[in-house]
């Protein structure tokens, strides 16, 4: 039997975007920059997952992020108290507003 490792990493990433999408509130929860690049559960991704992100200094109440694994993509949105999760792959998208 063979194992198809990029599948087994996108299936990861799914798996991941999908708790965010379903929890965002256990996950996104920053003051500034540096709590979302120390984030625990950004290193539950696949290795060779990009991510960066804008508008996270000190006293910023704005942010977006963005999260990239191959095809699938990631990206939060936070303005105002509005909160905006998109997850994305091969034109496939869910999202998560509120």
Not at 60 to 75: D, G, H, P, S, V
Not at 77 to 86: I, M, P, T
Request: charged share 25%.
């Amino acid at each position: 039997m063979l194992i198809d490792f990029q599948h087994e990493q996108q299936k990861k990433f799914d798996a991941l975007a999908f708790d965010i999408l379903q929890q965002p509130g256990a996950y996104l929860s920053f003051d500034c920059i540096s709590d979302f690049y120390q984030a625990d559960w950004l290193q539950q991704f696949p290795k060779g997952t990009v991510w960066s992100a804008t508008g996270l200094d000190d006293g910023a109440e704005e942010y977006c992020i963005r999260i990239e694994y191959k095809t699938q993509f990631l990206w939060i949105d936070y303005a105002e108290n509005r909160l905006s999760v998109l997850y994305e792959k091969a034109g496939e998208k869910h999202l998560y507003q509120s």
